[in-house]
């Protein structure tokens, strides 16, 4: 299976998703680049809106992670709840 | 009673789709004239969707939260002297060329993108392309704001849209996209969304930004990591068109693979460039180019492919040979600047003895082999006060319009030279890639216009070199050109960092 990867920017709000993306996807790896932070993750990985929230400690749009988004890899799946990124092969 | 919030999918199907009208009167042929000359049938546009579902609303407004966080950065660097926080000057050599090079090229995905957008048959292309040409807009305008403050202490940055438009090696990336820009808009779209999006603009605004903020770098990092949330989501529309394409009808497949064969290799020749400028422009390291491109291109690419298979899409021609090039490419790339220092309106050097330790430890295939000793040579020669210029002018490839630098990878000590007849007269190619592309559009290539032809055929003022380099570029010369060493911004570094 080929690997998913959402990049953020290292920053205060992205600290949060990252714990929530590690909380919902236990096999993913993190790395730590200058500025920036990459988790990648076999053939899934989903970032959820209700486990965001809980960390931020606020009401948190899934559209507002572009605004901590570096890149990504995968076929993206978005709505109100989640974005998914996945390979199917 | 308050009216239910729509959800996102609601919410998209209605600010997009049911924004498209039928035509009652016209033909829509002729309000779509470009639609179908490349070959490509769409058989139902309704099944182009937008993954991240982004309506036009929501798009102002993370735009604008976007822009808000960027342009306080931009504030704070020039408040309180970010120049002077960079890694070394060697560094701001970089951000010349970027600006020079590749801010260009988004104004011209600007223009390009309101173009097709205005092309397609489909509504939901039409909005994607809205937003990706407001991006590209937003795109140039941020990098040029973020870039200007170093145009008060640093040379180079003083004409940057004249520059791109004449000199020899910027003709790289303009032809690039004029190639681009002047195919149908489906080729566009392939070429723009699928090989700059996905291969390039990944490699150059994520680990060269990193790369930027590890050299102390804060506008660029920033400008670019805002870019590049955009590109994400275009690299994301460019599989989506992609896919699209391929299941709209089977006819559709040899023409894709076919501008994914040309796209990727075009590509690959253009980040030349970028892997130059990763591992000999940054002084702080955060990777080699070879690992950028294992993890970006080899990793994500091959993903992207294995996911293609199932429409009959097989990995870009020649991505054997690039795999090869990946150890060789960056340092053809500087050795072919410093040779032309001289002609370049940024300034070039010998690696420190440090940095060449990294790059032997990096390319131990290769360095050593080919590349250590042309600097050991280099830093004899400028320690006898002989630094090395080369005086002839080089033969460029017809198609990427690159010097003739790159090696066989068969024997990589020997240069890749290959050419062509067309009507009569004699084309040249740095590789069997670039000499495909042209061989299927030959009547578009022979109108390329290659700096070093024109400069023989007087079209670039003159007659001497220096003269085209001043009047014809409008370099400052023994400012922007030449070495690091001695150079006029080197002298100004330090004496900022001695007062």
Known sequence: MSKVY???????????????????????????????????????????????????????????????????????????????????? | MAAKKLNLKDKYKLLTRDLDW??????????????????????????????????????????????????????????????????????????????????????????????????FGGVGARVACQMQSIDELRHVQTQVHAMSPYNKFFDGFHDWTHMHDRVWYLSVPKSFFDDARTGGPFEFLVAISFSFEYVLTNLLFVPFMSGAAHNGDLNTVTFGFSAQSDEARHMTLGLEVIKFLLEQHEDNVPIVQKWIDKWFWRGCRLLSLVGMMMDYMLPNKVMSWKEAWEVYFEEAGGALFKDLARYGIRMPKYADV????????????????YAYGHAAGFHTWIPTDKELDWLSE??????????????????????????????????????????????????????????????????????????????????????????????????????????????????????????????????????????
Not at chain 1, 6 to 19: H, T
Not at chain 2, 25 to 32: C, L, S, V, W
Not at chain 2, 84 to 108: C, I
Request: hydrophobic share 35%; with cysteine.
């Open chain 2, 22 to 119: 039928e035509f009652s009167y016209e033909d829509r042929k002729e309000a779509f004239p470009y639609e179908e000359f490349e070959g490509i049938k769409i058989t139902d546009w309704s099944k182009w969707e937008d993954p991240f579902r982004l309506t036009m609303d929501a798009y102002w407004k993370y735009q604008a939260e976007k822009e808000k966080k960027l342009y306080a950065i931009f504030d704070a660097f020039q408040q309180n002297n970010g120049h002077l926080n960079v890694s070394d000057p060697r560094y701001v050599n970089a951000v010349k060329l970027f600006l020079t090079g590749v801010s260009p090229l988004e104004y011209q995905a600007y223009q390009g993108f309101a173009h097709v957008g205005r092309q």
């Open chain 2, 362 to 499: 990096k390319y131990p295939e290769t360095f050593d082999k080919y590349y250590r000793p042309r600097w050991e040579l280099a830093k004899k020669l400028e320690a006898e006060g002989k630094r090395f210029y080369s005086q002839a002018l080089p033969q460029l490839c017809t198609t990427c319009q690159v010097p003739m630098m790159f090696t066989d990878m068969e024997n990589p000590g020997e240069l890749s030279y290959r050419s062509t007849e067309y009507k009569g007269e004699k084309y040249h190619f740095c590789s069997d890639g670039c000499c495909d592309i042209f061989k299927d559009e030959p009547e578009k290539y022979v109108q390329s216009w290659l700096p070093v032809h024109q400069i023989f055929q007087g079209n670039c003022g003159g007659p001497d070199v220096p003269d085209i380099l001043k009047d014809f570029y409008h370099f400052n010369l023994g400012a922007d050109n030449l070495d690091m060493k001695g150079s006029p911004d080197e002298e100004r570094w330090k004496q900022w960092k001695s007062a």
């Open chain 2, 322 to 337: 690039v795999e090869k090039e990946k150890e060789h490419v960056s340092h053809q790339a500087w050795w072919t600047f």
């Open chain 1, 6 to 89: 959402l990049i953020l920017q290292d920053n205060d709000v992205s600290r949060f998703i990252v714990e929530a993306v590690e909380d919902d996807n236990p096999e993913i790896t993190v790395i730590y680049q200058p500025a920036m932070i990459r988790m990648e993750a076999e053939g899934q990985m989903v970032v959820n809106r209700e486990t965001v929230e809980e960390k931020l400690g606020r009401d948190w749009d899934v559209q507002e992670l572009h605004l901590n988004l570096v890149s990504l890899g995968g076929n993206v799946d978005e709505d109100d709840d989640k974005l998914e990124l996945s390979w199917a092969v």
